[in-house]
């Protein structure tokens, strides 16, 4: 880490890493002629023959580039301009992408909040980033605003600060006045991930995209949205962010079949309210089981579709036997603060129900011996 100065004022360009700065974009051929409907296209070296596959289908040509119809359904649902919306293959691709515009191996710093989203680190150590991480606050899982501001003003080459509300593996929402503070006295990006807003009574940051031009709000359709397997992440930032991202993507990120299955998706709004209320309210049902567990000591209070669940003992005891009753979750003992947790998903009325029996069956046959 180099001590400082840093740069004093938000300057977008300044933070670009130089050999991206220069780069002249591969130009994909369905980007040129897309309005041409009617043409006979023998640019782009498809095979005009078709796929061997007896159903109609179109996948002998390459998808929109730019996701322009999803993005407009994508854009009236969250209330938000096209122009400020880039659409990922997953928002891992974001971040990478993040990463790839934004820091230079070798010289930079992110900033992460641990116990966070273990992305961040991963993919900003395959860049060759370094990492500062600091931890959140003990009891409640907030920003350490104190050590935060340290950091910001003695190092130099802080270049991108991840935040995760609400927070994985925590459950909980960081406070916004915090992340408002953060915004304002960082110069470097703000990445904001969102990946489980819909699960909150808090609104998303991103109403508010035109105050910040260092933010970028990140949402996905893998949670709320159930199309974890389409593989699409949603960037919200300033058109020039936006700019830069498009400028640097592959130029296919999204398949013709993801773009528009989660464009049906997206119509059925009925549909996408209902599963969301049910897991709303298997979330409370989950919270009180678990609460009245013995072997359980603490369930975060969550604001996602998970609980962190602090265990009495030994928490990858109850992991392997849950294993062995084939229920999978996720054992999170290993991580900053989060000793002896679990991470648990809400599931379905009747997952949950086998989840908890099996708990308390443990928890049972523990407190006998
Ligand atoms: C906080 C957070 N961000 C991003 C992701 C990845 O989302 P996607 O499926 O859009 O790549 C996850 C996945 O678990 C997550 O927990």
Redesign the pocket.
């Known amino acids: 880490m180099n001590k400082k100065n840093c740069y004093s004022n938000f300057n977008l360009i300044s933070l670009i890493r130089e050999n991206i700065l220069y780069i002249e974009p591969y130009i994909s051929a369905r980007i040129e002629y897309k309005e041409e409907k009617n043409s006979i296209f023998l640019d782009a070296n498809e095979n005009s023959f078709g796929a061997p596959l007896s159903f109609y289908n179109s996948y002998n040509r390459y998808p929109d580039p730019l996701q322009e119809k999803l993005k407009k359904r994508i854009s009236s649902i969250k209330n938000i301009p096209p122009s400020n919306i880039f659409l990922g293959n997953?928002?891992?691709e974001i971040i990478d992408l993040i990463y790839r515009i934004f820091s230079c191996p070798g010289k930079d710093n992110a900033i992460i909040f641990p116990p966070t989203?273990g992305?961040y680190e991963v993919c900003g150590k395959i860049h060759g980033v370094n990492i500062i991480k600091i931890p959140l606050l003990e009891e409640e899982y907030q920003l350490n605003l104190k050590d935060i501001k340290k950091v910001i003003n003695n190092y130099c080459n802080n270049k991108i600060i991840f935040i995760?509300s609400p927070n994985?593996p925590t459950g909980n929402n960081i406070i916004r006045e915090d992340i408002k503070s953060l915004i304002k006295m960082f110069t470097g990006i703000i990445v904001l991930?969102e990946?489980?807003i819909d699960f909150s009574f808090e609104s998303s940051i991103s109403e508010e995209i035109e105050k910040f031009p260092n933010l970028i709000v990140?949402q996905?359709l893998?949670k709320s949205w159930g199309l974890?397997g389409l593989?699409i992440?949603i960037a919200i930032a300033s058109k020039e962010i936006i700019y830069w991202m498009n400028k640097i993507k592959f130029p296919y990120n999204i398949s013709i079949n993801s773009q528009e299955i989660a464009m049906k998706a997206l119509d059925n709004k009925d549909l996408f309210f209902y599963n969301l209320k049910n897991i709303l309210s298997e979330r409370e049902y989950l919270e009180n089981s678990l609460k009245k567990i013995p072997i359980v000591d603490i369930v975060y209070p969550s604001s996602s579709n998970f609980f962190l669940v602090k265990i009495n003992s030994s928490s990858i005891h109850l992991y392997q036997y849950l294993i062995n009753k084939k229920i999978i979750v996720r054992d999170r003992s290993k991580v900053i603060l989060c000793e002896n947790c679990l991470r648990i998903t809400v599931g379905t009325h009747e997952e949950n129900e086998y989840l908890i029996s099996n708990i308390k069956k443990y928890s049972d046959k523990k407190n006998k011996t």
Do not use: E, Q, V
């Open positions: 997953g928002s891992d989203y992305m995760c994985n991930d990946a489980y990140l996905t893998s974890a593989r992440g």
